[in-house]
């Protein structure tokens, strides 16, 4: 039961570090005039993407050394 609540953990820790340096990049210049919501909708796929990713790859690594 506690490798689901760490697992929880590790996603959303991973998700707010994946908008803390989600901020780092300048999406202004990329974006068109008008499609502000498009934008928000693209940034958080991003981090729930990075996060996903960066969440699954420390998991495998602690399982893999217990």
Do not use: E, P
Not at 2 to 18: A, D, I, Q, T
Request: hydrophobic fraction near 60%.
């Amino acid at each position: 039961m506690y490798k689901f609540y760490l697992r929880v953990f590790m996603y959303l820790f991973c998700f707010f570090v994946s908008l803390i340096g989600l901020n780092a990049i300048d999406f202004n210049r990329y974006i068109k005039k008008g499609h502000v919501i498009s934008a928000w909708i693209l940034y958080f796929v991003l981090a729930f993407s990075l996060a996903y990713l960066s969440g699954s790859f420390l998991m495998a690594i602690t399982y893999y050394f217990q």
